[in-house]
């Protein structure tokens, strides 16, 4: 079959082909990657809150986004300049410090939930269920990336 495809070329030649093909493709069947694997998912996530430039290179795009609300269920996949649009509002810095008493606006945190190469981390309204965000990371290289967002509402 391969000789049929390319019937001028020898088999040295056909397999330094498929070797660049393959090499081309590596780096973006594995995914997003980081200069320093992350000191702990603790670490990584206080980052990750509060820098926006390192948070978007932690991102496994497109950014899977299912949004559920009552009686309705979405997903989309995020590019880069659409998770830009929700900038600061994408995840709550320091919840403590923004808290007011407000009811309706007040964030709390569970987690993170920690598996081997996973992790889940939730933000919430504390005194009802307004919104809800579940945050998917996946460890890649020792290096943590957010991977899926659940936003619930309503």
């Given at each position: 079959m391969v000789n049929q495809l390319f019937p001028a070329a020898g088999a040295k030649q056909v397999a330094v082909l498929l070797a660049l093909i393959w090499l081309a493709c590596v780096p973006a069947l594995a995914g997003p990657t980081c200069a320093r694997p992350d000191a702990s998912f603790a670490a990584f996530l206080a980052r990750f809150k509060t820098d926006a430039a390192f948070r978007e290179r932690r991102l496994v795009l497109p950014l899977?986004?299912?949004?559920?609300?009552?009686?309705?269920?979405?997903?989309?996949?995020?590019?880069?300049?659409q998770v830009r649009i929700y900038g600061a509002g994408l995840i709550v810095a320091d919840p403590a410090a923004n808290n007011t008493?407000?009811?309706?606006?007040?964030?709390?945190?569970?987690?993170?939930?920690?598996?081997?190469?996973?992790?889940?981390?939730?933000?919430?309204?504390?005194?009802?269920?307004?919104?809800?965000?579940?945050?998917?990371?996946?460890?890649?290289?020792g290096c943590w990336f957010l991977k899926r967002l659940d936003w619930a509402g309503g």
């Open positions: 899977r986004l299912i949004e559920r609300g009552p009686g309705d269920v979405s997903t989309k996949n995020l590019s880069l300049a008493g407000d009811r309706e606006t007040d964030v709390c945190e569970d987690g993170p939930h920690l598996a081997r190469n996973a992790a889940t981390f939730i933000q919430y309204t504390c005194h009802s269920d307004v919104y809800g965000k579940t945050f998917h990371f996946v460890r890649r290289h």
